[in-house]
């Protein structure tokens, strides 16, 4: 074919360039389906959160596990009970926080001393809700298994704490011996002078933890479980909670269980009631106190219902306290 020829081919007449010009169109629209066509849209997966978080202290390993967490309406009035609505919704709209959903997290601490792998907290009943009471499965998948576990220690008698314990009237940690603090352990034993919104607690305890009292060493505020780790009082949360200095080669880490149970609320007003807490003015009281001393000291903490991996510091901010979660920090 010659030069011109081609030429020729190509010129149109109207009819034919409005044919081509659908054509066109046609040709788009199917460029357009054949990506989409060829990759699949990728199916929505839900949220993924992680569970398990390790690190050192000094010749210590502590591995944070998210137990679960549950959602629900608040943070008013369980956090701020004695501030109106509008103030709590006011501080957490200010931080980004929604003003009426709320998410409690549950996470336990484990530390492996080298000589002694230490459960602080069992977390919940398995079972008792969908989102939470997988500590014992995550446990294997953070590479222990549950008889490996040498000392459950409970911070305090909630159901989150020690819900984890037996399983079909069975200890989940076969080998472990227990560690209570022996106020905390006869309140909730003896049941006298239980509120009405706590006898569900108490009923739970005495299938959960009672019958484990045999093989339990029943302590008091600084009391050492083993070398490295000693207990505090933090009373007021529940009547008698321990919290926990950990050290290891002069690294401290600080196991304040429940004394703070909202990272921004409670820690930038200590003073703004809980309504978890049995004797709130005793754990406005023990807020303070812990936080002074932990600003002051600068000890990382870890809490019980702090943001996951729940490992952070306190700052004193003008207001109360900020939470500071940590970073790389403590494996260099
Ligand atoms: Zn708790």
Redesign the pocket.
């Known amino acids: 074919m010659k030069r011109d020829d081609r030429m020729t081919d190509f010129r149109t007449t109207r009819r034919e360039a409005l044919k081509l010009a659908g054509g066109v169109a046609a040709l788009g629209a199917i460029a357009g389906a054949v990506p989409t066509a060829a990759r699949a849209a990728a199916p929505m997966l839900g949220v993924s959160r992680p569970s398990i978080y390790r690190f050192k202290l000094g010749a210590f390993e502590v591995t944070t596990i998210l137990d679960g967490f549950v959602q629900g309406n608040g943070p008013h009035p369980t956090f701020g009970a004695n501030q109106p609505a509008e103030t709590v919704q006011a501080l957490v709209a200010a931080h980004g926080l929604p003003t009426t959903r709320h998410e409690n997290p549950?996470v336990v601490t484990v530390v492996n001393t080298g000589k002694e792998l230490v459960l602080f907290d069992a977390g919940n009943p398995k079972g008792r809700m969908k989102t939470a009471g997988h500590l014992s499965d995550l446990l294997v998948t953070a590479g222990y298994s549950p008889a490996q576990v040498d000392i459950v220690v409970l911070t305090?008698g909630?159901p989150?704490?020690v819900g984890g314990l037996m399983a079909d009237g069975k200890a989940i940690y076969p080998n472990a011996r227990y560690v209570f603090g022996a106020q905390e352990f006869d309140y909730w034993n003896k049941g006298d002078n239980i509120a009405e919104n706590r006898k569900a607690t108490r009923e739970l305890f005495m299938q959960q933890a009672a019958p484990l009292a045999e093989k339990s060493t029943m302590i008091k505020a600084s009391d050492e479980v083993v070398s490295g780790i000693r207990s505090a009082a933090a009373y007021g949360h529940s009547p008698g909670m321990l919290a926990f200095h950990i050290e290891s080669e002069g690294r401290r880490l600080y196991n304040w269980?429940?004394t703070a149970?909202h990272y921004l609320i409670t820690l930038q007003h200590p003073e703004w009631h809980v309504a978890?807490d049995q004797d709130r003015d005793m754990a406005v009281e023990t807020r303070k106190k812990t936080f002074d001393m932990l600003a002051m000291e600068k000890i990382p903490v870890v809490g019980?219902?702090m943001p996951f991996p729940s490992v952070g510091w306190v700052e004193k901010a003008s207001t109360g306290y900020r939470w500071v979660p940590a970073s790389f920090q403590f494996n260099l």
């Open positions: 549950y305090h909630h989150d704490h269980a429940d149970n978890f019980f219902h």
